[in-house]
């Protein structure tokens, strides 16, 4: 799933600066599992240091400042 | 009681002379969302919530603490060898006019910690929910500092905390969803 959202904020005519047309945010997994269910899939022990969970269903990959 | 582990949760590298940074950082240090008003929020709340989450605000307040270290690991390898003009030019310059480079309980802007910060309301569902949503607060703050540096190995360690607030704010929520659930009620469809 996606875990960004996107909206187009009004932009003026007058507006002093150069617009962001596209603003974006963050949904990460949290947001949509409910209860967490047993028996998911997991990171090797490994991998799961790395990124900071044990679980695939709660990775929430952040690349950055879209605009 | 605690045992404690001489060895950061996960690993500190920080790769580029950045005394900014660590003013930037400090936010989780010292700030209303940061990693000492999580780990006494949860703390201080855990003795007044219902028997099944307790374990869950102990656990979750002590990995709150092992995010202080590493926050001010960072905050220390940024400014531990920056030079007073370079502290100054990092507008580290009240800072270190009131703390030399010792590393202190404030916000970005200055403002020191305040217990006003946290809250414990004794209602489990009110203090669950504020601590959603300082989780959901602390990632955010998370994702405005890997915006604002390029030190890849810095954004590393960053990105692994902001995963573990994504995780934090699942647990509570699962929390809730116990104490919400009337568990003892028979049911019958």
């Given at each position: 799933m996606n875990q960004f959202r996107v909206y187009c904020p009004f932009?003026?005519?007058f507006d002093p600066c150069p617009p962001i047309r596209e603003k974006v945010y963050s949904t990460p997994p949290n947001l949509f599992l409910g209860f967490q269910p047993p028996g998911l899939p997991q990171f090797?022990?490994?991998?799961?240091?790395?990124?900071?969970?044990?679980?695939?269903?709660?990775?929430s990959p952040y690349p950055g400042k879209q605009t | 009681m605690w045992i404690y582990e001489k060895k950061l949760q996960y690993p500190v590298r920080v790769s580029k002379c950045d005394p900014m940074m660590a003013r930037f950082l400090i936010e989780q240090y010292g700030g209303a969302d940061g990693e000492?008003?999580?780990?006494?929020?949860?703390?201080?709340?855990?003795?007044?919530?219902?028997?099944?989450?307790?374990?869950?605000?102990?656990?979750?307040?002590?990995e709150e603490f092992a995010h202080l270290e590493m926050i001010a690991t960072m905050v220390y390898k940024l400014t531990k060898d920056a030079t007073v003009e370079q502290l100054k030019a990092a507008g580290l310059g009240a800072h270190y006019a009131n703390h030399d480079r010792a590393l202190f309980y404030n916000n970005a802007a200055g403002v020191p910690w305040t217990a006003s910060y946290i809250q414990a309301k004794g209602d489990p569902i009110a203090?669950?929910?504020?601590?959603?949503?300082?989780?959901?607060?602390?990632r955010a703050t998370y994702q405005w500092l890997i915006d604002m540096t390029d030190d890849v190995d810095?954004?590393?360690?960053?990105?692994?905390?902001?995963?573990?607030?994504?995780?934090?704010?699942?647990?509570?929520?699962?929390?809730?969803?116990?104490?919400?659930?009337?568990?003892?009620?028979?049911?019958?469809?």
């Open positions: 932009i003026g005519p090797n022990a490994h991998e799961a240091l790395k990124l900071g969970t044990l679980w695939p269903a709660l990775y | 000492l008003s999580a780990a006494l929020r949860y703390l201080n709340q855990r003795y007044t919530i219902p028997d099944q989450v307790i374990g869950l605000l102990t656990d979750i307040g002590t203090d669950l929910y504020e601590d959603i949503a300082a989780e959901e607060k602390a810095l954004q590393d360690s960053l990105k692994f905390l902001r995963e573990r607030e994504v995780v934090h704010s699942q647990r509570f929520r699962e929390a809730v969803d116990i104490l919400i659930q009337d568990r003892n009620t028979k049911k019958f469809f």
